[in-house]
């Protein structure tokens, strides 16, 4: 292990919180419970923030797989804080592959990305191709994230309605998605539901979903209840 990779550990087992850590074991059923040390998020977001001006980090960066959920989560919220793009790119798709639970990946969110959402779209599909759980729900929650209002277009919800999985983690993204689509481009967005273009778990759980958001009025909320399948 790197020098800064052993800091960043040990600072890690001083911030534990046993009662955390038994708690969001739970929450995340892909990880071994073993390999929780138990960081609250400000907590690991803060040392992230300190770690990545460690003229080191590169080390930490390329010291995978780590064996911790937390040093994964700081591994995240440094690669978040890359500002050139292609950089960011670059760190973003070396750790991909060792995301291995929905926490991580729906937590790292790439500030330098939303400048440059053009020419992000061609790894977005790369990753909602790929055949790893993680990578494809990291794709389609960078759809939701950055292109459902003013970069919104008509193709994107197609991409995500034409992915096929058995993964309970992709298909939970995906109705996440288009639960998000209803509450911002509405009109665009609904004949998804009235064609039933989604698998029927997807299609029912994305309109759970935005009949308990609060910006989908009421009259629509009725409307969605009666597309069930």
């Known amino acids: 292990m790197s020098e800064i990779g052993e800091k960043i550990q040990k600072s890690l087992w001083e911030l534990q919180d046993t009662e955390y850590r038994d708690f969001h074991a739970k929450l995340i059923p892909t990880v071994d419970p073993e390999n929780i040390i138990g960081v609250r998020t400000p907590e690991v977001r803060k040392l992230a923030k300190e770690a990545a001006k460690d003229p080191r980090i590169g080390d930490f960066l390329a010291q995978l797989p780590h064996r911790y959920y937390d040093e994964n989560n700081v591994h995240a919220f440094v690669v978040e804080q890359i500002r050139d793009y292609q950089k960011c790119l670059a760190e973003t798709e070396r750790f991909l592959p060792y995301v291995d639970n929905w926490a991580t990946c729906d937590m790292m969110a790439p500030k330098v990305f939303a400048k440059h959402r053009e020419e992000l779209l061609e790894p977005i599909r790369r990753w909602i191709a790929s055949e790893e759980t993680y990578t494809i729900r990291f794709g389609v929650g960078m759809l939701m994230r950055l292109y459902l209002d003013d970069a919104f277009r008509p193709e994107y919800p197609q991409w995500v309605a034409q992915l096929r999985s058995r993964e309970y983690y992709v298909n939970m993204m995906r109705a996440w998605y288009f639960a998000t689509a209803?509450?911002?481009?509405?009109?665009?967005?609904?004949?998804?539901?009235?064609?039933?273009?989604?698998?029927?778990?997807?299609?029912?759980?994305?309109?759970?979903?935005?009949c308990e958001s609060l910006r989908v009025p009421a009259e629509q909320k009725q409307y969605l209840k009666s597309l069930k399948v």
Request: aromatic share 10%.
């Open 182 to 210: 209803l509450t911002k481009q509405y009109e665009a967005v609904i004949p998804y539901m009235e064609e039933q273009r989604l698998d029927a778990w997807t299609h029912n759980k994305a309109i759970q979903k935005a």
